[in-house]
């Protein structure tokens, strides 16, 4: 006898909020290039076309930046499937997980526990999507501050795009032993725990078309004296 197996349906509540911005928004289960990662994305058919003013507004007020995997995340998801003695066995929170592709990446590298945290719910209910299609277990968080002094290593990726949020990077040792911080936005990144371990190259996907200098991707590392 036999079976097939049907395509993975979309979850109705995010493509729900995403046609609440986009009314002919679609979302598919999509590979993120050079790994096998699945994440639920917009679908890229729908960057194809101008968006009204209307649109336009609604995305500025509400980014969805769960429905795009940026090219930040997707170089520390990279970097942990590749280098999976920086998670493997420890206990891991992704702060501002956003789709949820490190918390991820860090669970396939054999994590004990990886919480996944975002202020945005609608992050979280994607990276709860996005781990069932993954078939990998996360915890989740919607306050970092509220999290206890317990974790071996936090995870951050396109946090830093608003340079308000630079003092926060003294406040992840607050909560965890190492932190590993990838982003492309910060020209003059300099702070006396953090050193460079690399520039890697990334597109957020799907593709944005975004300028050159944002496909650069630097991963810093600090960790508690």
């Known amino acids: ?13 995010l493509l729900d909020a995403l046609s609440q911005l986009l009314g002919d928004a679609q979302l598919s289960a999509q590979t993120l290039p050079g790994t096998e990662i699945k ?24 980014p969805p930046y769960w429905c795009f995997c940026w090219a930040s995340g997707l170089v520390l998801a990279r970097w942990l499937v590749q280098n999976p003695e920086w998670v493997r066995n420890k206990r891991v929170l992704d702060f501002g997980t956003g789709s949820g592709v490190a918390a991820i990446a860090a669970a ?44 071996d290593l936090i995870i951050v990726a396109d ?11 003294n406040q992840f040792l607050s909560r965890g ?22 520039i890697m190259q990334a ?17 810093y590392h600090a960790q508690r004296n």
């Open 108 to 151: 396939k590298a054999g994590a004990a526990e990886v919480v996944a945290c975002d202020l945005d719910p609608y992050a979280l209910a994607a990276s709860r999507a996005n781990a069932e299609l993954n078939h990998v277990s996360l915890s989740y968080s919607t306050d970092f501050f509220a999290e206890a002094d317990r974790f």
């Open 203 to 219: 597109c957020t996907w799907p593709d944005l078309a975004e300028p050159a200098e944002f496909r650069n991707v630097s991963l």
């Open 39 to 62: 994440l639920w994305l917009i679908d890229a058919e729908n960057m194809d076309r101008q968006f009204s003013q209307e649109e336009t507004q609604r995305i500025l007020e509400e």
């Open 159 to 169: 946090v830093l795009y608003d340079r308000a949020n630079l003092p926060l990077l």
């Open 1 to 13: 006898m036999t079976t097939t197996c049907s395509a993975p349906q979309a979850p109705a509540h």
């Open 177 to 198: 032993q190492q932190a590993l911080v990838a982003d492309s936005r910060v020209r003059d990144f300099q702070h006396p725990l953090y050193q460079r371990l690399g």
